[in-house]
């Protein structure tokens, strides 16, 4: 497993922007860039969802259709962190996202499918 920790989180109004930062202990430094990576978030009251994930190189990705066309997902394996930036944000985006790395190369969306959670971040939407 690795430590992620995030970042960037905030309250913004509607259709603003936050960038989430998702950065990964030095201790994985030989294998960070082996791993594809993914933001979920949890609302009160409500499942934690998949938002979007990211393969082990940045070359593919896939989002949840509620945040499509408004946030991308990328990852910086230098410096072993992931982004997610997130634009046009809604009061329905509300949540504590969480970021979570995959348990292999490729791309996923199931919570089972990822083995490491960052604590999470708080992002609060007003309208």
């Known amino acids: 497993q690795v430590q992620l920790v995030e970042s960037g989180g905030g309250s913004v109004q509607a259709r603003g922007s936050l960038r989430l930062s998702c950065a990964a202990s030095a201790r994985t430094i030989n294998s960070y860039n082996l791993y594809g990576m993914g933001w979920f978030r949890q609302a009160p009251g409500k499942e934690r969802e998949f938002v979007a994930s990211?393969?082990?190189?940045?070359?593919?990705?896939y989002y949840a259709d509620p945040v499509k066309g408004r946030f991308t997902i990328s990852k910086d394996n230098a410096k072993k962190t992931a982004y997610l930036q997130m634009n046009g944000l809604r009061p329905e985006d509300t949540a504590v996202y969480y970021c979570?790395?995959?348990?292999?190369?490729?791309?996923?969306?199931?919570?089972?499918?990822?083995?490491?959670w960052g604590q999470g971040t708080q992002v609060t939407v007003s309208s």
């Open positions: 979570a790395r995959s348990v292999g190369s490729t791309i996923y969306s199931q919570t089972g499918d990822f083995d490491s």
């Open positions: 990211i393969n082990w190189n940045g070359d593919s990705t």
